[in-house]
């Protein structure tokens, strides 16, 4: 069963920090690289960062520096820490893996966790 659970978002002040969560199907967590992904309204679902089953990280330029992502091997779970979050940082935010799964000869998503940036 595959399992891809977001959770964390919420509404936050520019400046502010957020920790998403995603809980993972644990044979997917184990043998694939993870990765966090956002859909800004109007845009393509874009790449944020990952990370591999040894812990090498890569992130988008746009996020560098502001943004860690993280991965627990006890809890099958991904992490992404997000500091000086900024205004065009809104967005559903989804975890899945490096590349995406595919199910069913299509892209398997699961409801991702919204986060806004306001004042």
């Known amino acids: 069963q595959v399992q891809l659970v977001e959770s964390g978002g919420h509404l936050v002040p520019p400046g502010g920090s957020l920790r998403l969560s995603c809980v993972v199907s644990?044979?997917?967590?184990?043998?694939?690289?993870m990765g966090w992904y956002r859909q800004i309204s109007g845009k393509a679902r874009e790449f944020v960062a990952q990370i591999t089953q040894g812990s090498i990280t890569k992130y988008a330029d746009a996020v560098t520096g502001r943004f860690t992502i993280s991965r627990d091997r006890i809890k099958n779970a991904v992490f992404l820490q997000m500091n000086s979050l900024k205004t065009e940082d809104t967005g559903v935010y989804y975890c899945n893996t490096i590349p995406v799964l595919i199910t069913s000869s299509r892209e398997y998503w699961g409801h991702g966790t919204q986060v806004t940036v306001s004042s």
């Open positions: 644990e044979n997917i967590f184990r043998s694939n690289t």
